[in-house]
């Protein structure tokens, strides 16, 4: 069974950059779809982004032309790179295979 673990989080300023990066423990080829999350505390888990194995990609509208998720099939990982971010970006993100979720990464955006 795969395990992921998310990392890049931190503090940034109101439009800065972030680049997450969600690792497996094993090959992501298999992997049909890889999708990234977000989560404030007292809300519900929202859609971000996912990229399939066949490279199709949806962002959430939130994110999108700021947001770009990518595969990197040799390395294991997703990413996902955060432009132009916003304090309303500020929350714990957290990646998925659909069956398993990685711990998440925090994301906090503030001046």
């Known amino acids: 069974q795969v395990q992921l673990v998310e990392s890049g989080g931190g503090l940034v300023q109101p439009g800065g950059s972030l680049r997450l990066s969600c690792a497996a423990s094993?090959?992501?080829?298999?992997?049909?779809?890889v999708g990234w999350y977000r989560q404030a505390p007292g809300k519900s888990r929202e859609f971000v982004a996912h990229?399939?194995?066949?490279?199709?990609?949806m962002y959430a509208n939130s994110v999108e032309g700021r947001f770009t998720i990518s595969r990197d099939n040799a390395e294991n990982t997703v990413n996902l790179q955060m432009n132009s971010l916003e304090p309303e970006d500020t929350d714990v993100y957290y990646c998925?295979?659909?069956?398993?979720w990685g711990p998440g990464t925090q994301v906090t955006v503030s001046s």
């Open positions: 094993r090959s992501i080829v298999p992997i049909s779809l």
């Open positions: 990229i399939t194995n066949e490279g199709h990609i």
């Open positions: 998925t295979d659909q069956n398993l």
